[in-house]
């Protein structure tokens, strides 16, 4: 039982990433159980083992975004105890995130998701999560003194996310043309002067 509930979870994580691919690729008018199905390879059919066909699809892809966000912060705490080394790499893990999986926006903002109330809610569940968890990292960062005390730690988690958002866009449009790597590493150096008491600021590297 444990296997075959071990197999549906890497089956329905299969199904999400290739749903994601193909928003990325062709849009939501390209999303259906044969493409997956296809991309996937496997035969149309066995979807329905594991997802509830195309919206059991779109709400996989919603929930392995939402998972996604949650992993990159669990992975920046396991790779340093720095509050603010943390914030700078969860920024670098969150736009490699998306440049992996460039479906991501075009599925989170679209008619299918703000329409359906439920999605709605389950997203915005997500995403207050993860501002959640980004806020907690500054008040760490506080705490150890790195961050000024006086800034509120949720305005500051939105200010993080606002680094990532218009970037994207950019870079979506742009064809990959906008560099999103090196708009992180400048946009955190923007980010550290706001936040960062002076005589806690890391030394520029040269």
């Given at each position: ?8 979870q890497?089956?329905?994580?299969q ?5 994601l691919k193909?928003?990325?690729?062709d849009g ?7 493409a997956?199905?296809?991309e996937v390879?496997?035969?149309?059919s ?18 392995l975004v939402g998972?996604g966000?949650r992993?990159n912060?669990d992975?920046?705490r396991?790779?340093?105890h720095?509050p603010?080394?943390r914030?700078r790499?969860?920024l ?7 440049m ?13 998701v ?5 999605r709605r809610?389950?997203m915005?569940?997500?995403i207050?999560?993860y501002?959640?968890a980004?806020a907690?990292l500054?008040?760490?960062?506080q705490?150890s003194?790195?961050?000024?005390a006086g ?7 939105r200010?993080f996310l606002?680094l990532?958002q ?8 742009s ?5 999103l ?6 946009a955190?150096?923007?980010?550290v002067?706001?936040?960062v008491e002076t005589?806690s600021r890391p030394?520029k590297?040269g």
């Open positions: 039982m444990a296997r075959e509930k071990l197999q549906t890497i089956r329905q994580e199904i999400a990433r290739a749903a193909i928003v990325a690729r939501l008018h390209g999303l259906n159980v044969a997956v199905a296809k390879g496997i035969v149309p066995a979807i329905y083992r594991h997802v509830e066909g195309r919206a059991g699809v779109v709400d996989a892809a919603l929930g998972e966000l992993t912060v992975a920046v396991k790779l340093t720095d603010l080394e914030l790499l969860l670098d893990r969150h736009l490699v995130f998306l992996e999986n460039p479906g991501i926006p075009r599925l989170v903002f679209s008619e299918e703000s329409s359906d109330p439920q809610r389950a915005y569940g997500s207050r999560s501002l959640g980004v907690e500054v008040r760490e960062a705490a003194g790195q961050i000024r800034l509120d730690a949720d305005t500051v988690s200010m606002g990532i218009p970037a994207v866009i950019l870079w979506q449009l064809d990959g043309e906008f560099d790597m090196e708009h992180g590493m400048q955190w150096e923007v980010l002067v706001a936040l005589e030394a590297a």
